[in-house]
C-alpha cells in the first residue's frame, strides 16, 4: 500500500553492518561474485567497529580496543587482508600489552605466552605445576569452544551426533570459569589474576564458561593489534570491496521485517531512520542475511506470525551484559604519567564476584571497583588529539526508566546520572594513577541506552548472546535458521569479539556457497593472502603523513 517496490537487483541482502556483516558481505562480492545490499540502522556504518570525533581531533572506538592474534602469518590477519584487499594496517601494541592492577600489585602480560607463564609462576612458585597445566587447558578450552562453533557446518543429519561428541570430548569448555579455576589453584590472588579478563567476555568467572575465557586467553597470549586508522578503518577498507562488485551499503535503513513467501525468505521491509513517518522501502533478494543478532532476528524481523518453537527459549535465556564508557579528550599525551598505550585493567579488590555484582547506582557507594582502561590515542599512529576511555561492565536495569525517552532528549536525572558516574570513573582512575584527571579536556559518557540506540543490540547488550554454559547446547546460536534462504552472521553466529563475529562472516559465507563451503573458502582466502605483499612498517608511517587530516571537523 503505497510502499515502494524495488526489483531483486542484488543476490543477497545483509541486515546490519557490523564486522560479521560486512565480512559476509565482502566474502560474497569477491569469492562469489554477489551483488549484496548491505542495510544498516545507523548513520555510520560497521557496528561496534565504528567510531566518532569530537572537537575535529579527538577520535574514540566504539567496541574496538585492541583485537588478538594478528600477526602476519596468522588465520585472522589473512581473512582481514583479503576483506581489505590489504588496504588495512595493523598496529601492534606495546610489550607489555595489558597490566592487571590490583590493590597491591600490578601484573604486566608479556605478547610472549612463555613469558607470561614464566612471570606467573614466578610470582606463584608453589603453583608452578597448576599454571603450565593451565597453559595447556586454555588451548584445549578455545579448541573444543571452536569446534563447537562450527558445528553448524555440518549436514543437518550429522549435527545432532557431533554436537553429542563435542559435549563428551570438549567437557573442558562447558564447565564455568570459576569452577576450573577452583579445582586447580589454591591461591585466590592467582584465580583472580588468571580471570582479569573477564570484561572481554562480559561475564564474572562463576557464569562464563571456561571455552570462552579459554578462547579469550589465547587469542591475546601473542598481545594484541589495533587497526591504524581506528576501527573505522575496517568498514572503510571493506566497502570497496562489495561496491565493485555491484553491491551497496546504506545507512540508516532499519529493517523492520524480514519478508517471508511460502516459509522462504524473499526480502525485507525497511524504513528510513532519519525519517520513519516516509513510507517504507522493500527490497528483495534471494538470499537474506542478518547480523542484527539472534534476538533482533528471531523475535523482532520473522513476522511473530510464522510458527518458530525456538522463540520461547530465546526469550526466556539470560540476557548479555551491557557497558558504561567515559570517553575522553585529554590535553596532553598521557605518555607524561608513563603510559604507553597498553590496556589497564584497574581492580580495588580481587573478588571479581562481587565487583561484577555491585549496582552501580552512586549512592552505593563505593563504586566502582574496577574499570577498564585504554588510550586510544597512543595505539593508533594517525591520531591527533590524545584520548583515554574508560569502561566498566554493568546491567541495562537501571536504565530501563530512560528508555522511553529519545537520544539527547532524555531529563535532568539521567543528565545528572551521568555526570555523576563520570566524575566517579574519573576518580576512580585518579586514586590509581594521580594526575591523570588533570589532563583531562573532554568527558562524554555512553550508557547502555546509547549502545541500544546506536547498535539496535537488544538492551545494549555488547556481546550478544551470553557465553554461559548454557549458550552451548541452543541450536538457535547458529548461523543456519530454520527458514530456507535465511541464514544469522556476526557474533551470535559464532562467538563474540571482532574476530569471533568476523569468522561468524566467513562461516556464513561458508555456508551459502554449498557443501564443504566454508572450507574451500577459507583454502582461497589463506592462498590468496600469502600472494600478497606485505605491507612495511614504512607505509604506516607515511599513511601516518599522507592521512593526518582524516580526523578533520
Ligand atoms: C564497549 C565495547 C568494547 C569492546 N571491545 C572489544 C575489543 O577490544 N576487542 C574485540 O575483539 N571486541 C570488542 N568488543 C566486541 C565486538 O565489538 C563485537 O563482538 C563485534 O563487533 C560484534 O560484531 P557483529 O557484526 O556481530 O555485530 P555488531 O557490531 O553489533 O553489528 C550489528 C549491526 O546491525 C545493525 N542493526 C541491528 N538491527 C538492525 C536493523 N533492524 N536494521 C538494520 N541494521 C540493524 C546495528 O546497527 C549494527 O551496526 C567490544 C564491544 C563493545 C560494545
Known sequence: MGTSLRPAKFDAIVIGSGIGGLTVA?????????????????????GFTHGFSRKGKFHWDVGLHYVGDMGRGSTGRAVFDVLTDGQLTWQAMPNPFEKFVYPDFTFAVSTNPQRYQADLIQQFPQEARAIRRYFRDVKQGAFWFGAHTMIDL??????????????????????TTQHYLDRHFRNPRLKALLASQWSDYG???????????????????????????????????????????????????????????SGTAVGVRAENAAHPEQEPDIYRAPLIISDAGAINTYLKLIPASYPLPVRQQIQSFPKGSSALTVYLGLKDSPQ????????????????????????FLPSNAPWPQ????????LKDPLAQGHTAEIIVMVGYEPFTQWRQQAWRHRDQDYQQLKAHITQALIDFVETRYPGFATLIEYAELSTPLTVEHFDASDRGSIYGIPCIPARLNQSWVSAKTPIK???????????????????????????????????????????E?????????????????EASHSYSP
Open 529 to 545: 593472502a600469502k600472494s600478497m605483499p606485505p605491507r612495511s612498517v614504512q607505509t604506516v608511517a607515511q599513511q601516518s603523513e
Open 485 to 527: 534462504h535465511l541464514y544469522l552472521t556476526g557474533a551470535d553466529a559464532s562467538s563474540l569479539g571482532i574476530m569471533g563475529a568476523m569468522m561468524g562472516g566467513v562461516k556464513t559465507a561458508g555456508l551459502v556457497a554449498g557443501p564443504l563451503g566454508f572450507f574451500k573458502t577459507m583454502a582461497t582466502i589463506m592462498k
Open 203 to 261: 561475564l564474572p568467572p562463576s557464569q562464563s564458561c571456561f571455552g570462552v575465557h579459554s578462547l579469550i586467553v589465547t587469542h591475546y597470549l601473542r598481545g594484541g593489534w589495533y587497526p591504524v586508522g581506528g576501527g573505522p578503518a575496517i568498514a572503510a577498507a571493506i566497502a570497496p570491496v562489495i561496491e565493485r562488485a555491484g553491491g551497496k551499503i546504506i545507512p540508516q535503513r532499519r529493517v523492520t521485517e524480514i519478508l517471508l513467501e
Open 370 to 377: 574496577f574499570v577498564y582502561l585504554s588510550f586510544p590515542s
Open 154 to 175: 555440518l549436514p543437518d543429519w550429522f549435527a545432532p551426533i557431533a554436537r553429542l561428541g563435542v559435549r563428551h570430548l570438549g567437557a573442558i569448555a562447558r564447565q
Open 26 to 46: 565482502a566474502l560474497l562480492a569477491k569469492l562469489q561474485h554477489k551483488r549484496v545490499l548491505v542495510l544498516e540502522q545507523h548513520f555510520t556504518v560497521g
Open 336 to 359: 607524561k604519567l608513563g603510559f604507553q598505550g597498553e590496556n589497564h585493567w584497574i581492580y580495588a579488590t580481587y573478588d571479581h564476584e562481587h565487583m561484577a555484582r555491585l549496582p
